[in-house]
């Protein structure tokens, strides 16, 4: 079966980074894109930006463009969302989806991560 | 930035009609979908290409489109319907935009 696993929470200082991963099973990792959406507690959803773990092309949300950095290993099935220079704002629930596109529409149909809690404190 | 705009919260009674609205310029030009999602838990499709429904989703949940407006329709609202909602469509800054979410309480 499908199944995308996360690893687990993290707690940072201010000004660090977080590398979240994203291990994918149960069928061809390089067949379907990754994106990446994070959620602060009690707040909506946020789409941070996608990967094609087959030609490893990125595109991020303007609000994260310059501090999030998407990266894979095909060898592995393993995606990756790095975050840097992390501000509380950032506290947050980051998960990881599958994706898919057709005709210029994106969306995300059926399986994401369990997510993964942030924390940034001082 | 792109916004999709959405009432913060509808209440229906169980076996009523639950309606929730999503607003953007762009969507008479790019298909939108809806999310539920309950406490805990990953977001799940509902409605994908604003009025198709995937397997496994109750007929209960509809979709339609007039305009800049997308509305998801829940029909015979059960208590397990008590959730968030999230409209999602796309636009030039990028091919996923939420938005804010509702929340749909079964009185």
């Known amino acids: 079966q499908v199944q995308l696993v996360q690893s687990g929470a993290e707690v940072k200082k201010p000004g660090a980074s977080v590398k979240v991963s994203c291990k994918a099973s149960g069928y061809t990792f390089t067949s379907y894109d990754i994106n990446w959406v994070r959620q602060a507690t009690g707040q909506g959803l946020e789409w941070m930006g996608w990967m094609n773990p087959n030609s490893g092309n990125t595109g991020y949300a303007q609000k994260f463009q310059g501090r999030v950095t998407m990266t894979r290993n095909t060898s592995i099935s393993t995606a990756y969302m790095e975050l840097s220079s992390l501000r509380s704002e950032d506290t947050a629930v980051y998960y990881c989806?599958?994706?898919?596109?057709?005709?210029?529409?994106?969306?995300?149909?059926?399986?994401w991560g369990q997510g993964t809690l942030v924390t940034v404190s001082s | 930035s792109y916004e999709l705009t959405q009432p913060p919260s509808v209440s229906v009674s169980p076996g009523q009609t639950a309606r929730i609205t999503c607003s953007g310029d762009a969507l008479p030009k790019q298909y939108a979908y809806w999310y539920q999602q309950k406490p805990g838990q990953a977001p799940v499709l509902v409605i994908y290409k604003d009025s198709e429904r995937p397997s496994g989703i109750p007929e209960r949940f509809s979709g339609s489109s007039s305009g800049t407006t997308v509305t998801l329709t829940i029909s015979g609202v059960q208590a397990e319907d008590e959730a968030d909602y999230y409209c999602?469509?796309?636009?030039?800054?990028?091919?996923?935009?939420f938005g804010g979410g509702t929340k749909l309480t079964v009185l």
């Open positions: 989806a599958r994706g898919y596109c057709s005709g210029g529409s994106c969306y995300i149909p059926d399986y």
């Open positions: 999602q469509s796309a636009d030039s800054s990028g091919p996923l935009v």
